[in-house]
């Protein structure tokens, strides 16, 4: 998991600056075709953005995780008392999809839209592991850990179907129950360590790759420093550099 700092600092709930004792965690999906993080902090980090405000962004199209308030701010991110409770968490979902009345979609690229959830639901197992850690939460203690219609069922949160109605309408066999499960499962599962020290020889090169978005790692977040490069990494990294430096 690649984990971003980057607080709507502009946002009237950051500036408030209320805290709270984190008793658990809700999962949202955004509700709207957007893949992109930075849309959302670009739009919501503003003065005049009054509406909601969020702990974190999922981005759809590498999983990066855009950490938006401090973990123990209360955030305004389901509409009710759940933001004395819970932090709040937002999944981007596919470009690709198109609502038409209130949960129901369509979709004009199945495989494309199913990478997207996959690949943000995976993120969202890691980053609710590390914040269970973090606040020693049992992830399948009684409301630990909700989904926003989960939490509206138990009149902690506002009438709204997220995510089960992205993960149903795109035959994905995900639940809460499921994630629950996979959370705790990461919480157990042996720590990885990760090679993202560079020694001091390549120390210069290897700070300007990642800084350039040519060396990313994997979606644990490790750089793999001391791995081989197959030629598809390679080709993945020349168009990198291509798009960044020549474009």
Not at 225 to 245: A, G, N
Request: net charge negative; with cysteine; glycine share 8%.
């Amino acid at each position: 998991m690649k984990l971003v700092e980057s607080f709507l600092t502009q946002n009237p709930c950051y500036t408030a600056g209320r805290k709270i004792t984190v008793r658990g965690l809700m999962l949202h999906s955004v509700g709207c075709p957007q893949p992109k993080a930075s849309v959302f902090i670009q739009n919501w980090n503003r003065s005049d953005f009054k509406s909601a405000c969020v702990h974190a962004f999922i981005d759809g199209n590498d999983g990066t995780v855009y950490q938006t308030l401090p973990w123990d701010h209360r955030g305004w991110h389901c509409g009710a008392s759940g933001n004395n409770t819970h932090i709040g968490v937002e999944m981007c979902e596919p470009g690709c999809i198109k609502y038409i009345g209130g949960s129901t979609f369509t979709c004009s690229d199945l495989a494309a839209a199913q990478a997207v959830a996959k690949r943000t639901y995976q993120a969202a197992v890691e980053l609710f592991a590390m914040l269970c850690q973090k606040y020693s939460l049992d992830p399948q203690g009684d409301g630990v850990i909700l989904s926003h219609q989960e939490g509206h069922t138990r009149g902690i949160a506002s009438n709204h179907g997220d995510p089960e109605h992205l993960w149903t309408k795109l035959g994905l066999p995900y639940t809460m129950d499921a994630f629950r499960a996979d959370v705790k499962a990461a919480l157990t599962a042996p720590v990885r360590k990760l090679d993202n020290d560079p020694a001091d020889w390549s120390r210069e090169a290897v700070t300007w790759a990642t800084e350039n978005d040519l060396l990313l790692g994997d979606a644990a977040g490790d750089l793999l420093l001391r791995s081989p490069l197959t030629r598809e990494q390679f080709c993945v990294m020349l168009k990198r550099y291509h798009d960044h430096f020549i474009t």
